[in-house]
């Protein structure tokens, strides 16, 4: 008898990560023992600081590995909305905090728990690649709304006003942004916070997880601290980026408790609360002082000079396009010059796959094709790396570059 190998609808409407392929050439090519520089990860490359890692393994010692509440414990929720109090101007009561496995799960989860089928989820591109699929998860459809690299990845009001309907439910925002750096200064959210407020289906989807991944004189405003916008937007952070702590699979959800109590409901029958002792972590995370205080200054600092030493050398590199990053670790620049070049012995790169292929190939180096995050003409760079892995990188990049001759010229 055969057995019948149809996958649900859901399933098939998922696509693929993209990513995956280029990473997959990349392993094969570093198990080959090729050096490869692999600058595609979106994890910082520092350990997790010893006070948090500390906490989780006194709470092994301590035998604190048993269930915990389905939220999370009262103490992390606590210390959440101490944090969200003192850093975002945002005032919560531990019953409109949910805490999960990583800020993925609570965007899921909150997906979830707002959109019925047919419903829209509004999605500024660049997006992080899983955006759009958690919609299509949760059965909804999702609606991109591209930016310009001219205007820093920024999303036009105007554009998103006309694009809103009955049908959205939900608008992601990502700032710091992962792929592009950017961040939403606060005057462009209030003007997106009074389009919001005449579509009383909307809800805001603010996602913060780089928020202290920033650098000044950018800085950070928490959507829901607008005025009329507690009411309507779900906020997620999270401890993987910022603190390193990518392993500890750790992030939360803070909203209105409606919202939140669905998503709990949601996340009873999935998972159970998170790890207790990456929530004892978590909770010393949170101790190290505002903004993750010393611990995280440091790493930022170190990211923030990865960030100058890429972007001098890619401003000074011909055909490139690129908006200056305001935060998070990545750079997202604009190579679609070289679109349509012929390179003897690969072929014509032709999109942003098969520019981060040739970059692979000839270079050595692993970048993720911008086409993952909904623009073909630009590729990512994570600078979660070394200043001189980064600058053999560099070199790498611009020796491979060389190679080609640009098809359309700048
Ligand atoms: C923008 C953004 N949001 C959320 C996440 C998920 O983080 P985690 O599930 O590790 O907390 C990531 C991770 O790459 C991200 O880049």
Known sequence: MQVDITLSPRVNSVKPSKTVAITDQATALVQAGVPVIRLAAGEPDFDTPDAIAEAGINAIRESYTRYTPNAGTLEIRTAICHKLKEENGLTYTPDQILV????????????????????????????????????????ATPVILPTLISNNFLLDPKLLESKLSEKSRLLVLCTPSNPTGSVYPKKLLEEIADIVAKYPRLLVLSDEIYEHIIYAPATH???????????????????????????????????????????????????????????????????????????????????QDRRDFLVKNFKEMDGVKISEPQGAFYLFLDFSSYYGSEVEGFGIIKDSESLCRYLLDKGQVALVPGDAFGDDNCIRISYAASLPTLQAAMNNIKEAMAQLKRAVPV
């Open 221 to 303: 405003t928490s959507f829901a601290s607008l005025p009329g916008m507690w009411e309507r937007t779900l906020t997620v952070n999270g401890f993987s980026k910022a603190f390193a702590m990518t392993g500890w699979r750790l992030g939360y959800l803070a909203g209105p408790q409606h919202f939140v109590a669905a998503c709990n409901k949601i996340q009873s029958q999935l998972t159970s609360g998170a790890s207790s002792i990456s929530q004892k972590a978590g909770v010393a995370a949170l101790g190290l002082g505002y903004a993750g205080g010393e611990a995280v200054s440091h790493m930022v600092k170190a990211f």
């Open 100 to 139: 999960s496995n990583g800020a993925k799960q609570s965007i899921l989860q909150a997906a979830i728990a707002v959109c019925s089928p047919d419903d829209e989820v509004i999605i500024p591109a660049p997006f992080w690649v899983s955006y759009p699929e958690i919609a299509r998860l949760a059965d």
